[in-house]
């Protein structure tokens, strides 16, 4: 199940498990038998600090950095496929009963349609699609099937994906800087100017060395006491220093919101100080969150509790006590299997060998009814030649000579005495089986002699005649005469009806 993956498909396939708890057991259970492996085989990927994963909470990044881990280290020793194949198809059941289909090429716009847009089940939000289409390819090529590249769709959502990753390697605030044109630089310098005579919130976070005025500012006094309804201290305000640089990019965000025109004196600055004090607090937050966040993260992946480690023992116990029990089960089926596949062959054989008696009976009745069919015709003939006059049985050598007849059967004494007149008639001898049937094929008339016959040798004459539309003369006796005859008068009662064409 080695995949080829595009686009850090790897880092999608990790959020798309990561944002699933159904299987964080089972995450856990893989990730445990091999934790250090895992969790350097993951630190080495460059995205593992970046905002792909710090975006989400603390469970999700902590999960899907693990799944991360298993499956750099996966790629790389070429093992815990069947387990990572397992995770996605128990996380995503409803993109796996999709694929799992009597078919082998698909379309995306068919997928988003049937399972992202689901009526019954729609995906609720955009990660959930993200891990959707995440689980789709890599369980598509996990199991043979064939996506179609000419879908337009399919393009769409690739070249986004490949767009994402792309301003991932790029720090947050680039946009800021790419939007800031002169003339909001212009703008945002009046800006600064003008918060710097102010006294406030801005001189608690190290933006301005100023008095202590800030402690009667009445915005910094209510946000100062929020935190404290959960009995966490103002720390965010108290001890996060804020650079010119942080500041500058909370007010280009803010005029990234307004024409790239406007003017200091056409923002409403309370708004505007309103915004920057809330910014600057939502981002010490931020910052704090983060922190604490990567110490949980990092922290958890590195240990394993002893009582989580005895639990896992245990589960791993259990499922190899099942995985022998299925075993053995597996096991006495398949002698079952066997033993029943055993009579069934014993009695198919003898099937076999009744229906091939009987088919050779009837091929026998058949073949006898053939010939006496046939000697019937060629006595009523014989007895109505014999009766005529003795110039009707004149015989034309001349004629005889230009024919192309296949003698089969009879004695050897008789097919040499054929010989000597008609060397160029195909004689085949009443024992040779393994003759090559298309010495027939230039043959015109094939005269059977069954009497003694070999019956495949029969079968194979007939069955090669009556295929190629050769004429067909059973021989009652070898009385040369007789044989020259009926052979002359074939081809003279040809030659009418030809003339009749």
């Not at 005649?465 to 067909?472: D, L, V």
Request: charged share 30%.
């Amino acid at each position: 199940m080695k995949q080829t993956i595009d686009f850090h498909m790897e880092l999608f396939l990790a959020k798309a498990l990561g944002l699933r708890t159904a299987v964080y057991k089972d995450i856990d259970h893989i990730y445990y038998q091999k934790k250090e492996e895992f969790f350097a085989s993951a630190k080495e990927n460059e995205f593992y600090q970046s905002r792909f994963f710090r975006e989400n909470n603390i469970e999700v990044e902590l999960y899907s950095k693990k799944v991360l881990g298993i499956l750099m280290y996966a790629a790389e020793c070429s093992s815990f496929d069947k387990e990572i194949f397992s995770l996605v198809k128990k996380a995503y059941k409803n993109v796996y009963r999709y694929l799992d289909a009597d078919q082998h090429k698909f379309y995306f716009s068919d997928f988003l349609e049937k399972v992202i847009y689901s009526q019954s089940h729609p995906a609720q939000t955009d990660l959930e699609a993200l891990g959707c289409f995440s689980a789709f390819l890599f369980l598509a090529m996990a199991m043979g099937k064939e996506i179609s590249r000419e879908d337009t769709e399919f393009r769409q959502a690739i070249n986004l994906l490949s767009h994402m990753m792309e301003e991932y390697q790029y720090p947050p605030n680039e946009p800021i800087k790419e939007n800031l044109t002169p003339k909001r630089q212009v703008c945002m310098a009046e800006l600064k100017k003008k918060l710097k005579k102010e006294y406030g919130i801005l001189h608690a976070i190290g933006v301005y060395e100023e008095s202590e005025d800030y402690k009667s500012d009445r915005l910094y006094q209510c946000l100062s006491f929020v935190p404290k309804l959960d009995a966490v201290p103002f720390w965010a305000m108290e001890h996060i220093q804020f650079s010119q640089e942080d500041l500058q990019d909370v007010i280009g965000l803010y005029l990234c919101a307004f024409d790239e025109n406007i003017t200091a004196d056409q923002i409403d600055f309370t708004e505007f100080k309103e915004y920057i004090v809330l910014a600057i607090v939502i981002r010490a937050y931020a910052r704090e969150y983060n922190n604490a966040k990567k110490m949980i993260v990092e922290k958890t992946l590195e240990r394993v509790d002893d009582e989580e480690q005895k639990s896992l023992k245990q589960e791993v116990k259990e499922k190899s006590l099942q995985e022998q029990q299925f075993l053995e089960k597996i096991e006495f089926l398949e002698k079952q299997n066997r033993e029943k596949q055993e009579l069934l062959n014993k009695k198919q054989i003898e099937l076999d060998r009744f229906n091939d008696t009987k088919n050779s009976q009837l091929e026998d009745l058949q073949l006898q009814i053939e010939q006496q069919s046939q000697q019937i015709d060629q006595m009523e003939r014989t007895i109505e030649l014999f009766g005529q006059k003795d110039e009707v049985l004149a015989i034309d050598m001349a004629l005889l000579q230009t024919l192309n007849v296949a003698i089969v059967g009879g004695h050897e004494k008789w097919q040499r005495r054929l010989k000597d007149s008609f060397p160029e008639f195909v004689y085949i001898e009443t024992d040779a089986v393994k003759f090559d049937v298309n010495i027939l094929a230039q043959s015109d008339i094939v005269a059977i002699y069954y009497k003694y016959l070999n019956h495949a040798i029969y079968q194979k004459v007939i069955s090669y005649a009556r295929t190629q539309q050769k004429q067909i003369v059973y021989l009652q006796n070898t009385n040369d005469n007789l044989l020259f005859y009926v052979l002359q008068e074939i081809v003279n009662k040809n030659m009418v009806e030809k003339n009749k064409i």
